[in-house]
């Protein structure tokens, strides 16, 4: 299925909910192996909205981890703080988040 089309609304919500949340993935020295993109997968899929910490890179080397990952995982990107990511992909089967708003 298609992503939703994320309006400036749904991504200050998803903002939000996503402050207090604690990384579920931390990308080590390995880089962006095919275990790491299965476990992104996962936890994409049963959460929708994860953080991703991208440890010991430079600004450079993030821009196009972040950009390899969003397009493995199909996902968007929500937000970049420093070495972390924030994705967001809904789970049409089970959606875990609920837009109150159009």
Known sequence: MTQIKLT???????????????PVLILGDKGVTENFIKEAKNAIAHHELIKI??????????????????TALNASLIQKIGATIILFKRNHEDPKIIFNFK
Do not use: M
Not at 8 to 22: G, P
Not at 53 to 70: F, Y
């Open 8 to 22: 400036t609304e749904h991504i200050k919500f998803l903002k939000a909910r996503a402050h207090h949340l604690d």
């Open 53 to 70: 910490k991208l440890a010991g890179r430079d600004r450079d080397e993030r821009e196009s981890i972040t950009d390899e990952i969003v």
